[in-house]
């Protein structure tokens, strides 16, 4: 059998199986061979066809993971807001600084003054610095434009990064993260521009995957949040939500109702809301970034998720007022001490699980015949080293639709 490419002497964590992860999966003295960017074999040596292989790479007895997947990031946006973290050092809450006319609002106006390639080349260093420690594809939100011209100038932005990195870009309109300044007096006359004029446009440009909203306190309730949903199923998007993370809304439970991908964040998550997102197949993306940058004290129900059989998909949260984090590495190592989640599960959370959050299940996020080629090669001796280590990044190499 001909293939394009073929790795050899290695080790793999396929991620393959439901509730199973990397340990679990585990390949010894295996290859995995690929022809036009896809897999087309992954497994032990002993067990495979005999290839002609344009390429041949020696592992030398390295693991194989997937390439990494960031499947919740605000990586687009102007400015940074480093004042408001040294205020928080004082005391001030989340709440006190958005109210304040901080927060999503601030960025706002950087973003607004910023232009789409400004967005792109401020972009870059961050999705560099991701793509260094094996990631391939990353979730990238608007949110911080707020206006009709400003949202779709983001989505350009994101998708222009497509282009700049070998990398595979989702993107998530969230035109409904906070309320701007033009419409401070009248909420859902803002919701109302989201719906009839924003999602349209951005469905009929082709420019977003999925549709998000904030439901909080602070950002759009459970009514709003329902006109997000309709009007992003009558123009044929799926939906995602920021949900329960100040507060209980129930907003998850609501995502679960129009089979939402994902519900994200998850502090203050109930049973009832654990129990439609395992009934509609909506994956729980935690964000221990967030939760450890704004000093939450209260936990998403990690053991209440894992008894119920809902997915769990970690992510960076990246954004500049409260997770500036561009290390999935670290995510998993914060997830692991700060949310008590397994190694296997921590791994799954970055590649199986998230690539379940964006959709993608069927291309992404395992080792098996068919799927995308997207590697990452790492110098360790075993899986769980990805978890454990702090500050220090072992990827060999990384590999794009075979490349």
Same mark, same amino acid.
């Given at each position: 059998?001909?293939?394009?490419?073929?790795?050899?002497?290695?080790?793999?964590?396929?991620?393959?199986?439901?509730?199973?992860?990397?340990?679990?999966?585990?390949?010894?003295?295996?290859?995995?061979?690929?022809?036009?960017?896809?897999?087309?074999?992954?497994?032990?040596?002993?067990?495979?066809?005999?290839?002609?292989?344009?390429?041949?790479?020696?592992?030398?007895?390295?693991?194989?993971?997937?390439?990494?997947?960031?499947?919740?990031?605000?990586?687009?946006?102007?400015?940074?807001?480093?004042?408001?973290?040294?205020?928080?050092?004082?005391?001030?809450?989340?709440?006190?600084?958005?109210?304040?006319?901080? $927060?999503?609002?601030?960025?706002?106006?950087?973003?607004?003054?910023?232009?789409?390639?400004?967005?792109?080349?401020?972009?870059?260093?961050?999705?560099?610095?991701?793509?260094?420690?094996?990631?391939?594809?990353?979730?990238? =939100?608007?949110?911080?434009?707020?206006?009709?011209?400003?949202?779709? =100038?983001?989505?350009?932005?994101?998708?222009?990064?497509?282009?700049?990195?070998?990398?595979?870009?989702?993107?998530?309109?969230?035109?409904?993260?906070?309320?701007?300044?033009?419409?401070?007096?009248?909420?859902?006359?803002?919701?109302?521009?989201?719906?009839?004029?924003?999602?349209?446009?951005?469905?009929?440009?082709?420019?977003?995957?999925?549709?998000?909203?904030?439901?909080?306190?602070?950002?759009?309730?459970?009514?709003?949040?329902?006109?997000?949903?309709?009007?992003?199923?009558?123009? $044929?998007?799926?939906?995602?939500?920021?949900?329960?993370?100040?507060?209980?809304?129930?907003?998850?439970?609501?995502?679960?109702?129009?089979?939402?991908?994902?519900? &994200?964040?998850?502090?203050?998550?109930?049973?009832?809301?654990? $129990?439609?997102?395992?009934?509609?197949?909506?994956?729980?993306?935690?964000?221990? $970034?967030?939760?450890?940058?704004?000093?939450?004290?209260?936990?998403?129900?990690?053991?209440?998720?894992?008894?119920?059989?809902?997915?769990?998909?970690?992510?960076? &949260?990246?954004?500049?007022?409260?997770?500036?984090?561009?290390?999935?590495?670290?995510?998993?190592?914060?997830?692991?001490?700060?949310?008590?989640?397994?190694? &296997?599960?921590?791994?799954?959370?970055?590649?199986?699980?998230?690539?379940?959050?964006?959709?993608?299940?069927?291309?992404?996020?395992?080792?098996?015949?068919?799927?995308?080629?997207?590697?990452?090669?790492?110098?360790?001796?075993?899986?769980?080293?990805?978890?454990?280590?702090?500050?220090?990044?072992?990827?060999?190499?990384?590999?794009?639709?075979?490349?």
């Amino acid at each position: 059998m001909r293939c394009d490419t073929l790795w050899t002497d290695a080790r793999l964590a396929t991620m393959v199986g439901v509730g199973a992860g990397a340990e679990a999966n585990a390949i010894e003295g295996a290859m995995i061979a690929a022809v036009e960017g896809r897999i087309v074999f992954a497994g032990p040596i002993a067990d495979a066809p005999t290839f002609d292989a344009d390429r041949t790479v020696n592992c030398d007895g390295r693991w194989i993971t997937p390439g990494l997947i960031d499947c919740h990031t605000h990586l687009v946006h102007g400015g940074n807001r480093s004042a408001e973290f040294e205020l928080r050092l004082t005391g001030a809450s989340y709440e006190d600084i958005a109210r304040a006319g901080g $927060g999503i609002v601030s960025t706002m106006k950087a973003t607004r003054a910023a232009d789409e390639g400004e967005l792109v080349r401020t972009a870059l260093p961050r999705l560099d610095a991701l793509i260094a420690e094996g990631l391939t594809t990353v979730e990238i =939100k608007s949110g911080y434009g707020l206006t009709h011209v400003d949202e779709i =100038k983001m989505l350009r932005a994101a998708r222009k990064l497509g282009s700049e990195r070998p990398v595979r870009i989702a993107t998530t309109f969230l035109g409904a993260h906070a309320l701007p300044p033009e419409f401070s007096n009248d909420p859902d006359a803002y919701i109302t521009a989201v719906c009839e004029q924003m999602i349209p446009a951005v469905a009929g440009a082709g420019l977003a995957d999925a549709v998000d909203a904030f439901c909080e306190g602070i950002g759009f309730s459970i009514a709003q949040t329902r006109r997000v949903f309709e009007a992003s199923a009558a123009n $044929g998007l799926r939906v995602k939500l920021h949900a329960e993370q100040l507060s209980n809304l129930h907003g998850a439970a609501l995502a679960a109702e129009f089979g939402a991908l994902s519900a &994200d964040h998850l502090e203050y998550l109930d049973q009832e809301g654990i $129990g439609a997102m395992a009934a509609a197949g909506t994956v729980a993306t935690l964000l221990p $970034g967030a939760y450890y940058f704004v000093r939450e004290t209260r936990k998403p129900p990690v053991s209440g998720l894992r008894g119920a059989g809902v997915p769990i998909a970690l992510a960076t &949260d990246c954004n500049p007022g409260t997770s500036p984090l561009t290390s999935l590495l670290l995510v998993m190592n914060m997830a692991a001490t700060l949310f008590e989640m397994t190694v &296997d599960e921590c791994l799954a959370g970055v590649t199986r699980n998230a690539a379940l959050a964006l959709g993608l299940g069927s291309e992404i996020g395992t080792l098996e015949v068919g799927k995308s080629c997207d590697l990452a090669i790492w110098d360790i001796e075993r899986p769980a080293e990805l978890v454990y280590r702090m500050g220090f990044n072992p990827l060999y190499a990384r590999i794009w639709r075979g490349q």
